[in-house]
C-alpha cells in the first residue's frame, strides 16, 4: 500500500535518542493553532511557494505542457531557484522502508533510528505499520498527538520501540478550542500507553498564554503523574511556513513564560 | 587567561609600537650579495631593528615591531629569477613544519655547535635580541621573564613556561626571517612533556596551566595582522592535535583538552586548530571538538589517521614520518622535520577539463564511455601542462628555517620532495558528467547540440531545461552511485595522471581534493557548465558539494563524501559540512554532532571541515561591520574575521549558508 510523506530529513536533532531521521506523514486531524508544520495538514500534496525569495519572473505562471502541473495551475519545473515545488510525495510501503535502510549503519554508528513524524502519522497507520514491518533490525520512534481510535493506536504503537506523545491542553473545552478537537480520546490512549511497557515521554509544547500557563501545567501534571514529561519551548520560527502554503498565522512570535519544573515529578525542559 | 592581555591586544594598542624597515635591495645589488648572504644580513639587521616591548601581565613575550619584512631582491632580480627558475608564490620558504621539538628540547647553542656560517650568524642574531628582551625585563622589574629568557632559547626547555616561550621566540624568528605560513605542528605531542613533568611537580592544576595556553595561544595573534596570506587570516598557523604516534599510541592528552579548551575560551582566529582522529578515538574527544565546533571559529579540522597515514605509506612516505603527519596552512597533509614538500603548486580544474571534452569531443562521441575516455585524455593533458611548467623549482634560502629542519639545504629538498596539486570542483565536474551520461547518452532526452548551445548561451533561452539540470539531475552529496561513482573515477583519474611522474626535486605529484581560492578562480575559466551551474556561480569550497544542490542531509553527504579512494588522492581538502548555530543548542545535540563526526571517521572520510554558523548574523554584519569586529568565519582551509575580508569572499560565505543543511 502507498502513504503520502510530506518531508524525509536526516540526522534530526530533538526526534528521539541517536541520530535520527524523521519521516513526516501528511496529514493530520487536528489544527493546533501554533503549528510550525502547515505543509502536513492535509492529507492530498499540495503547491508550497517559498515567496520570500521569488523575484516575481513570471515563469512558472506562462502555462506549461506537464500533466503533473495540471492539478495546481502553476508550472513546478521552470523556477531558477526552485521556489515552486509539490509538498507530498507518495510511497510504496516497501519502498519507503528500503529509503530507510539505506541508513542503517547510520543508525548503528549513532545509536539511532527512524522517527515517524507528521502531520499525525496514526492517520496514516495501516501505511505506517507496515513500513515498520520492513524495518525489524531498526530503533523505530514515533511522535502522536494521541488523537486516534483506541484500537488504531494500540495496535500501532506496538510496532515501536519508543512513543513521544503530546498532551497539550488538560481542559476538554480548551483543547478543543485551541486544537479543534476534544482530549478525550488522547487521555484514553494515554493510559493505554503508559501501561503497555513501552517506553515513552510525554512533550507538552510550550506556547504562550494557551499552553504555558500555571493552570494548564497543573492539570497535565495531574494526569501524566510520574510520567517522564519534556517541557518544549514555543518555536518563534513557528509562523514561518505558513505564507508558502497560502495560510496565514494567527499567534505571535512571544517567548514563552518559563515554566516552574516543580509543577511535575518528573520534567525537562528542551529550549 | 589575562583579561588585560586579551583586551589590550584586541584593541591592537601594541601597534603604536611599529615601526617600517628601510630597503635594502638596492644595496644588496649594488653589492652584488649572494642570495643566502642577503638572507643573513637582512635578518640581522631586523633583529637589531627590533625592540623589546612587554604587554600588559604577558608571561609569554615577544612582539613584533617591524611592521614589512623588505624584500632581499630588486623588482628587475626577481624578473631575473623567474625567467630563470619556476618561483612558488612569494619566492621564500612556506607550509614547513620545522622541528619545534629538538629545539626546545636542545636549545639553539646546541644546533650552533654543528651549524654553519650563515646558521650561525641567524642563531646569534635572534639570541642577541633575546638578549635585549632579557636586559629590558630585568629594567622593568620582570625577574620572572627574565629568568626564562636566561635560558631558552638558548638551551633546552626545563619547564612547561620556557619551552612555550622558547617556541614563541622561535616561530616569531621563523617569521621574521621572511618564511611564511610557518604551521606549529604537534604541540600536544612535543609540549606535553613539560607540561607534564610540572603538573608532578606541583606547579600546576589544569586551571592554572589553562589560563597559561590561553595566554601561550594569544601570542598567535600578537602580530598574525603582519602575516597576510590571499587575505587577512589566511596565515597558516595550523596546530595539530591528537592523533597517533609512530608506535600506534594515542597522542591525546591533556594539553590537548586544554587547547580545544583555550581556543574555545579566547574564540580568536589563531592558532587554527586540527584535531587528527581514528577509529578507536573515544566519543568524548569527538564530544570536547564538537564544543569548539559551536563556538563557530570553524575549528578544529579533523583528519582521519587510519586514512592519511595509508595512504601516505602508499605514495613512498616511510611509516614513522607518515604517522607524524600534519596539515599545511590549510589542509594540505605534510611531514614535520624532514618533509620539504610544496604541497599547494598546482590546480586541476575538473570542471574545466569537462568543458573541454564538451565542447571539443561530444558531438563525435558515440557512447558515454567514449566521452569519458576524451575526458580522461583530457585531465592527462591538463596535468602535463600543470607539471610541465613546474620546472627548476627555487626557493630563497633560510638559514634559520634550515637550523629548524635538521637540513642545511632545506630550500633544495629535504626527504620528501612532493608536489601537491589541488582538485578544485569535483562536485561540479561529477555533477556535469552525470548530466551527460544520463540525459544525452542513456535516456536521450537532450539532444548533444541542445546542451551545447544552453551552456554556450548560459541557460537563457532555455529555463526548463535550466531546472532540470540544476534541481532534478543527480547531484554528488545525496548518496547516489550514478552521480557519486562518477566523482571517485574523476578523482582516480586525477591520480593516476599523476602517477609515476618525477618532479623537478626527484619528489612525485600528490593529487588532492582541496581547492584553496581557486573555487572563485577556476569558476571564472569557464562559462556555464551542464549540471546548471550559470557562468560566473562560484565552485563549491574545497571538496563540497555544488551549492546550488538541492542536498538531502548531512548524512547523505557523509556517504557521498566518503567513497572516493582518497589512499590515492590525499594531499588534503576537506569535506565543509555547514550547520546552523542553533543546532548546537544543548549538549545533547553536541553529542549528536561528535556522533556524527566520529561515523564520518568510520566510514572512511578521510577530512571533515564542520561549521556553524548563522546567516542572518552574516548579513547584519555586512551591514553593520563596527558591531561585528570579532565574527568569525571559516573560509578555505582557515578562519578570519568576517568583516576584514573582501566582500567576494564575505558573499561566497553567505551564498554557502543558504543551502546550510
Redesign the interface.
Known amino acids: 500500500m502507498t502513504g503520502t510523506v510530506f518531508d524525509?530529513?536526516?540526522?534530526s536533532?530533538?526526534d528521539g535518542p541517536?541520530?535520527r531521521?524523521t519521516v513526516f506523514l501528511k496529514g493530520c486531524p487536528l489544527r493546533c493553532k501554533w503549528c510550525h508544520n502547515p505543509e502536513g495538514l492535509k492529507k492530498e500534496s499540495q503547491l508550497l511557494v517559498k515567496t520570500a525569495q521569488c523575484t516575481n519572473c513570471g515563469?512558472c505562471k506562462k502555462g506549461?505542457h506537464h500533466l503533473e502541473c495540471q492539478p495546481f495551475g502553476r508550472c513546478i519545473?521552470?523556477?531558477?531557484k526552485?521556489l515552486v515545488r509539490i509538498c507530498g510525495t507518495e510511497y510504496e510501503a516497501k519502498d519507503l522502508a528500503n529509503k530507510i535502510l539505506?541508513?542503517s549503519?547510520?543508525f548503528e554508528?549513532?545509536?539511532g533510528g527512524v522517527t515517524f513524524s507528521g502531520g499525525e502519522p496514526l492517520l496514516q497507520h495501516e501505511f505506517v505499520k507496515e513500513v515498520c514491518s520492513h524495518l525489524e533490525n531498526v530503533h523505530k520512534a514515533i511522535q502522536t498527538s494521541g488523537y486516534a481510535d483506541e484500537e488504531v493506536f494500540k495496535s500501532t504503537i506496538k510496532c515501536f520501540d519508543y512513543v513521544m506523545m503530546d498532551i497539550k491542553i488538560a481542559d476538554r473545552e480548551k483543547h478543543r478550542e485551541f486544537t479543534g478537537v476534544y482530549n478525550d480520546v488522547i487521555l484514553k490512549n494515554f493510559q493505554f500507553l503508559k501501561n503497555s511497557g513501552i517506553p515513552y515521554i510525554i512533550r507538552v509544547p510550550l506556547i504562550p498564554d494557551i499552553t504555558d500557563t500555571e493552570e494548564n501545567l497543573k492539570g497535565i501534571s495531574k494526569i501524566v503523574g510520574t510520567s517522564p514529561v519534556e517541557l518544549l519551548s514555543y518555536n518563534q520560527m513557528a509562523g514561518a511556513k505558513y505564507e508558502s502554503v497560502g495560510m496565514q498565522y494567527s499567534l505571535t512570535n512571544d517567548k514563552n513564560k518559563e515554566p516552574d519544573l516543580s509543577i511535575f515529578k518528573n520534567a525537562i525542559l528542551?529550549? | 587567561m589575562s583579561k588585560a592581555l586579551l583586551d589590550y591586544i584586541l584593541k591592537k594598542e601594541h601597534h603604536k609600537f611599529r615601526i617600517n624597515a628601510p630597503e635594502f635591495a638596492e644595496e644588496y645589488k649594488e653589492k652584488g650579495l649572494s642570495p643566502i648572504e642577503r638572507m643573513t644580513d637582512r635578518f640581522e639587521k631586523l633583529c637589531s631593528l627590533e625592540t623589546p616591548h612587554f604587554l600588559p601581565e604577558e608571561k609569554i613575550c615577544f612582539v613584533r615591531t617591524i611592521k614589512n619584512i623588505p624584500d632581499c631582491f630588486t623588482e628587475d632580480e626577481w624578473a631575473e629569477l623567474k625567467d630563470k627558475y619556476f618561483i612558488h608564490e612569494l619566492g621564500y620558504l612556506s607550509n614547513l613544519s620545522p622541528d619545534y621539538e629538538d629545539i626546545i628540547k636542545c636549545g639553539l647553542l646546541a644546533k650552533r655547535e654543528t651549524a654553519n656560517e650563515y646558521q650561525k650568524r641567524s642563531i646569534d642574531a635572534i639570541l642577541g635580541l633575546v638578549n635585549r628582551y632579557k636586559e629590558e625585563a630585568i629594567k622593568e622589574g620582570k625577574p620572572e621573564i627574565a629568568r626564562v629568557l636566561e635560558r631558552v632559547p638558548a638551551y633546552g626547555a626545563t619547564s612547561f613556561i620556557e619551552a612555550l616561550q622558547s617556541f614563541r621566540i622561535v616561530h616569531f624568528a621563523l617569521w621574521l626571517e621572511g618564511n611564511y605560513h610557518n604551521t606549529v605542528g604537534r604541540l600536544d605531542k612535543y609540549m606535553y612533556p613539560y607540561l607534564k613533568a610540572d603538573m608532578e611537580k606541583g606547579l600546576y592544576t589544569e586551571e592554572t596551566a589553562l589560563a597559561l595556553v590561553e595566554d601561550f595561544f594569544l601570542s598567535f595573534n600578537k602580530d598574525s595582522d603582519l602575516y597576510v596570506g590571499v587575505q587577512q587570516g589566511d596565515n597558516g598557523q595550523s596546530l595539530m592535535l591528537g592523533g597517533i604516534d609512530k608506535d600506534g599510541n594515542e597522542v591525546f592528552n591533556l594539553l590537548s583538552k586544554l587547547c580545544l579548551q583555550a581556543s574555545k575560551n579566547l574564540l580568536l582566529i589563531d592558532p587554527k586548530i586540527n584535531l587528527r582522529v581514528n577509529k578507536n578515538t573515544p566519543v568524548e574527544t569527538y564530544v570536547l571538538g564538537s564544543e569548539l565546533t559551536k563556538a563557530g571559529l570553524g575549528f578544529p579540522q579533523y583528519s582521519n589517521d587510519d586514512v592519511v597515514i595509508d595512504g601516505l605509506v602508499k605514495l613512498g612516505y616511510d611509516r614513522e614520518d607518515a604517522c607524524e603527519y600534519v596539515t599545511a596552512a590549510c589542509w594540505e597533509f605534510i611531514v614535520p622535520k624532514v618533509g620539504a614538500d610544496v604541497a599547494n603548486i598546482g590546480a586541476l580544474n575538473f570542471p574545466k577539463v569537462v568543458d573541454n571534452a564538451l565542447h571539443k569531443h561530444l558531438l563525435t562521441s558515440e557512447t558515454y564511455d567514449d566521452f569519458a575516455k576524451e575526458v580522461k585524455k583530457e585531465i592527462n593533458a591538463e596535468c602535463d601542462i600543470i607539471c610541465g611548467n613546474l620546472k627548476d623549482l627555487w626557493f630563497v634560502p633560510s638559514p634559520f628555517m634550515s637550523v629548524m629542519c635538521n637540513n642545511d639545504t632545506i630550500w633544495n629538498g629535504g626527504k620528501y620532495n612532493n608536489f601537491g596539486i589541488h582538485g578544485t570542483g569535483v562536485a561540479t565536474g561529477a555533477d556535469s558528467l552525470a548530466v551527460i551520461k544520463k540525459y544525452v547518452f542513456e535516456e536521450k532526452s537532450i539532444s548533444k547540440e541542445e546542451l551545447l548551445d544552453a551552456v554556450d548561451t548560459n541557460f537563457e533561452n532555455a529555463?526548463?531545461l535550466?531546472?532540470?539540470l540544476?534541481?532534478?539531475a543527480p547531484k554528488m552529496g545525496n548518496?547516489i552511485d550514478f552521480v557519486d561513482d562518477i566523482a571517485v573515477w574523476l578523482l582516480d583519474t586525477f591520480s593516476d595522471a599523476l602517477k609515476g611522474r618525477k618532479n623537478c626535486r626527484g619528489g612525485i605529484y600528490r593529487a588532492g581534493t582541496g581547492s584553496a581560492m581557486f573555487y572563485l578562480w577556476h569558476a571564472n575559466e569557464i562559462g556555464a557548465s551542464p549540471d546548471g551551474r550559470l557562468k560566473k556561480e562560484p565552485f563549491g569550497t574545497n571538496f563540497s558539494a555544488s551549492i546550488f544542490a538541492?542536498i538531502?542531509?548531512?548524512?547523505?553527504v557523509i556517504k557521498s563524501f566518503s567513497k572516493p579512494h582518497f589512499e590515492n588522492a590525499i594531499n588534503g581538502g576537506p569535506l565543509t559540512l555547514e550547520f546552523h548555530n542553533s543546532?548546537f543548542?544543548?549538549e545533547?545535540?553536541v553529542e549528536?554532532v561528535a556522533?556524527?563526526v566520529?561515523?564520518f571517521v568510520?566510514?572512511g572520510g578521510h577530512q571533515l571541515q564542520l561549521n556553524a554558523v548563522n546567516l542572518e548574523t552574516l548579513k547584519d554584519a555586512q551591514a553593520h561591520p563596527e558591531k561585528y569586529q570579532q565574527l568569525v568565519v571559516r573560509i578555505w582551509g582557515w578562519s578570519a574575521y568576517f568583516v576584514e575580508l573582501d566582500k567576494e569572499y564575505q558573499d561566497h560565505v553567505m551564498l554557502r549558508q543558504e543551502y546550510t543543511?
Open positions: 524525509i530529513k536526516e540526522f536533532l530533538h541517536g541520530g531521521v515563469l506549461c519545473k521552470v523556477c531558477p526552485n539505506e541508513y549503519d547510520f554508528l549513532n545509536n528542551s529550549k | 529555463p526548463e535550466l531546472h532540470k540544476r534541481y532534478e548518496n538541492d538531502k542531509g548531512p548524512l547523505s543546532m543548542k544543548d545533547d545535540s549528536k556522533m556524527l566520529k561515523s568510520e566510514l543543511l
